[in-house]
């Protein structure tokens, strides 16, 4: 018996509702924890990438005045 034909003689609140509630009650603490790690990741990565684009800026600053042979 495939899951439509299951389904189909269910009310609409059991399939909108109360499945989607019961995998939020059963599968939250993994969808969070999933959702927190990929957040963090990407924060992370953006702090990398502002921190190499501040590093270079800040090079090119204070070197475009100065010859090479300075340093």
């Not at 999933?34 to 990407?42: A, C, E, K, Y």
Request: aromatic share 14%; glycine share 8%; proline share 3%.
């Amino acid at each position: 018996m495939a899951v439509q034909q299951i389904l189909a003689g269910m009310p609409w609140w059991v399939k909108w509702v109360a499945i989607p509630a019961l995998v939020l009650l059963v599968f939250g603490g993994l969808i969070t924890s999933v959702l927190t790690f990929v957040i963090s990741l990407v924060f992370k990565v953006l702090l990398f990438v502002a921190l190499v684009a501040g590093l270079i800026y800040v090079v090119r600053r204070f070197s475009s005045g100065r010859s090479r042979e300075d340093w």
